[in-house]
């Protein structure tokens, strides 16, 4: 074979190793970064949030402590998506009715128009409109049951955030909504709320510290002395 051939024929042989190299490499990036597993058996899990607290696709998926899959997709969707949305949207228009019912004139009407209305405020933050999508390692599927919840953490106080799902108690495994099992969601205090209540354990340490310095004022070190 001529020398040139011989070169050419080497080249193109490097080519395709390095070509397989890189292809083997991304596949290992993705997989990693997004949570693809092309490799692995897996099965698809759907759940519905209020708030995800910023989580994001390939987050990893953790049972008791076990990364067990990844998160494939985080939308908004509209909120009949959700069958569990109707009897909040129910229990809105029933005090939205009693608002309306109300005699403006009546004494303390100001103050009970004000507490339906917030709670109100506090069942619109139940709606679950945000669908994550999960994608869950088929050999650890079967710790997964009916009363199984998925709830949202976070490594730290300002880590990112990751899906934990609880182990459950009851036989069987969840429900399934075409081609995901669906799995129940943890309704949990979100980002405004845990201010919120930071924002209060402040303000009560500030009471105390002024009735602790008025209490001191009081005493007379003459007395004590």
Do not use: C
Request: glycine share 10%; proline share 7%.
């Amino acid at each position: 074979m001529p020398p040139k051939k011989q070169i050419a024929l080497a080249q193109l042989k490097v080519g395709i190793f390095v070509t397989i190299a890189l292809l083997l490499l991304a596949t290992l990036i993705l997989q990693q970064s997004w949570g693809l597993n092309w490799f692995t058996k897996s099965a698809s899990a759907v759940t519905y949030l209020p708030d995800v607290g910023g989580l994001k696709s390939g987050a990893p998926v953790w049972l008791a402590g076990i990364e067990i899959g990844r998160v494939r997709s985080v939308s908004i969707v509209p909120p009949e998506v959700y069958p569990g949305n109707a009897p909040v949207y129910r229990r809105i228009e029933e005090m939205q009715g009693e608002i309306r019912e109300i005699d403006p004139l009546k004494p303390g009407a100001a103050k009970m128009i004000d507490e339906l209305q917030d709670n109100i405020r506090a069942l619109k933050r139940q709606i679950r409109i945000v669908e994550v999508e999960l994608e869950i390692r088929q050999q650890h599927l079967n710790r997964i049951s009916r009363d199984s919840e998925v709830s949202i953490a976070s490594r730290g106080l300002i880590g990112d955030s990751f899906i934990d799902i609880s182990p459950g108690t009851f036989g069987g495994l969840p429900p399934r909504r075409g081609d995901h099992y669906l799995i129940e969601g943890l309704q949990q205090p979100g980002f405004r709320e845990i201010m919120a209540g930071a924002n209060d354990v402040v303000a009560n340490f500030g009471v105390l510290s002024e009735q602790f310095k008025t209490i001191t004022n009081k005493i007379n070190p003459e007395k004590i002395g």
